[in-house]
C-alpha cells in the first residue's frame, strides 16, 4: 500500500514557539492532502484539507492562522502551529490521497507535539 | 453532512471467538465507507473500504465488513480474533464522489484476551 511520512514523530517545544509538521507521500503523488487532530482516547478531528498548489481549506472552528498549511508539491504538504500553546499538545496526523473521490486515504504515523 | 457512530466504546473478546465491531453512518448519496485500525501511539492503518459492489467486503489481517444500506451499518468482522488484533478501530465516512472530507466514528477499543 501507499506510504505516507511524518517529519518529527515527536516535538517538545517552549510555549510562544512555532513548529513545522512535514507530511510526504514517499511512493505516489497527493493530489489532495488532510491535517487531523487526535485528544487522548478520542477520535480524528478534521482540521484542514489541502490541495497542491492552492489554498487550504480549513474548518469551522480551526484558526488558519494559527495553523498554517502549505501544500507546495504533490508529495509534501506542511503544518506550522504557530505561537504554540499547552493548549495545542496533541497528535496531530496527516492523511494522503490521489483525489478526493473513491481514493483511499493513506495516513501518517502521527506526530505527538507538547507544548510547555 | 455525513457521519458515523460506532456505538461500542469497548468490546472484548476471548481469543479464536468471532468479532464484531460496530458501525452505523448517515450521509447523504452513496456512502463511501472505511475501516482503519490505530495501534497506540501510531497513525492509522487502512483495513477495507465499500464504494460498490458486493456488500461483503473482505480486508486485510482476516477482517471483512459488511454493507448493509437498509440498516446504514457497515460492521467489521473477523471470524477468529487473535490476541494482536486488540487496538482501536475508526470507522469512516465520505459521502458522494467528489466529497473529499472524511468523517471518523469515535472509535472503539478492542482487547482480544487470551
Known amino acids: 500500500g501507499a506510504v505516507v511520512s511524518q517529519h518529527p514523530s515527536r516535538v517538545i517545544c517552549k510555549s510562544g514557539t512555532s513548529v513545522k509538521i512535514e507530511c510526504r507521500s514517499l511512493d505516489f503523488q497527493a493530489t489532495t492532502m488532510f491535517w487531523y487532530r487526535q485528544f487522548p482516547k478520542q477520535s480524528l478531528m478534521l482540521m484542514a484539507t489541502?490541495?497542491?498548489?492552492?489554498?487550504?481549506?480549513?474548518e469551522q472552528g480551526v484558526e488558519k492562522d494559527k495553523f498554517l498549511i502549505n501544500h507546495a508539491s504533490l508529495t509534501l504538504s506542511t503544518l506550522t502551529v504557530t505561537s504554540a500553546h499547552p493548549e495545542d499538545s496533541s497528535f496531530y496526523i496527516c492523511?494522503?490521497?490521489?483525489?478526493?473521490?473513491?481514493?483511499?486515504?493513506?495516513f501518517g504515523p502521527g506526530t505527538r507535539l507538547t507544548v510547555l | 453532512a455525513q457521519s458515523v457512530a460506532q456505538p461500542e466504546d469497548q468490546v472484548n473478546v476471548a481469543e479464536g471467538n468471532p468479532l464484531t465491531v460496530k458501525c452505523t453512518y448517515s450521509v447523504s448519496g452513496n456512502p463511501y465507507l472505511f475501516w482503519y485500525v490505530q495501534y497506540p501511539n501510531r497513525g492509522l492503518q487502512f483495513l477495507l473500504k465499500?464504494?460498490?459492489?458486493?456488500?461483503l467486503v473482505k480486508g486485510s489481517y482476516g477482517f471483512e465488513a459488511e454493507f448493509n444500506k437498509s440498516q446504514t451499518s457497515f460492521h467489521l468482522k473477523k471470524p477468529s480474533a487473535l490476541v494482536s488484533d486488540s487496538a482501536l478501530y475508526f470507522c469512516a465516512v465520505r459521502g458522494g464522489y467528489n466529497n473529499n472530507d472524511m468523517r471518523f466514528g469515535a472509535g472503539t477499543r478492542l482487547t482480544v484476551k487470551p
Open positions: 492523511s494522503a490521497a490521489l483525489t478526493g473521490g473513491t481514493d483511499t486515504q493513506y
Open positions: 489541502s490541495n497542491e498548489g492552492s489554498k487550504a481549506t480549513y
Open positions: 465499500y464504494i460498490t459492489g458486493d456488500n
